[in-house]
């Protein structure tokens, strides 16, 4: 079952912008994580921010966790057209790591 | 260090048979978990195995088997292949699994069943 759902689901921009992808969950976690998947490739982890974190940051990317909200928020910034991928956010549950459907970034040059 | 390696990256197959799909996690990593991938419904969550026992198994029928041997490495099988089987398959490996680490992710193995 899905834990995370990502919002919007496809996100077109053009180079330079600001890119900000949506997650909101459903039940008590100690993390979120975000990944990258380019097309027909496995993914790739960006970025962990834990339960008791409120941003983080790591060169381009920002992410934001509201627990209080259940909702985490990716912001890529000055995006490029190497960014155009799908992004997932994912929490811990009875699995590994539960996944969301994703947002399909396109980055238009 | 080496990535997860997934063999082979393609398959074509055809309705009634099996497959078996392998996976190689880093070197160390105890824990390699399998998802299937579609358009419609995403990334689900197949079985994790851990030194060599499986761990947990997600909602999908018998047809879909695996293993994992003393090297870590593993293998799934899928028997009597159906048509909606056709998806991406991702093998991902962590250290320990089950604890929120991240996963470190295959190129995943991509089936077609016609």
């Known amino acids: 079952s899905q834990q995370g759902e990502e919002d919007p689901q496809a996100l077109s921009i053009q180079e330079g912008e600001n890119a900000t992808m949506n997650c909101s969950y459903k039940t008590s976690i100690n993390n979120l994580q975000w990944y990258r998947q380019n097309s027909g490739r496995g993914l790739v982890h960006l970025i962990l921010i834990r339960s008791n974190e409120r941003e983080k940051h790591s060169g381009r990317l920002r992410v934001t966790l509201d627990t209080s909200k259940k909702s985490s928020s990716l912001l890529i910034t000055a995006s490029r057209a190497a960014d155009t991928a799908s992004y997932f956010c994912?929490?811990?549950?009875?699995?590994?790591?539960?996944f969301g459907k994703g947002t399909r970034l396109s980055v238009i040059a | 260090k080496a990535g997860v390696t997934q063999t082979p990256r393609y398959l074509i197959k055809t309705r009634g048979q099996q497959v078996t799909l392998s996976c190689s996690p880093i070197s160390g990593h105890r824990s390699v978990s399998w998802y299937q991938q579609t358009p419609g419904q995403g990334l689900q969550f197949l079985f994790e195995y851990f030194s060599e026992t499986q761990r947990n198994k997600g909602n999908f029928p018998g047809r879909f088997s695996g293993r994992q041997f003393s090297n870590s490495r593993s293998e799934m099988n899928v028997s009597t292949l159906e048509l909606g089987d056709s998806a991406l398959y991702l093998c991902a490996s962590s250290l320990q699994g089950q604890d929120g680490a991240p996963l470190h992710f295959g190129n995943g193995t991509r089936l077609t069943v016609t």
């Open positions: 994912a929490t811990p549950g009875n699995t590994p790591l539960v």
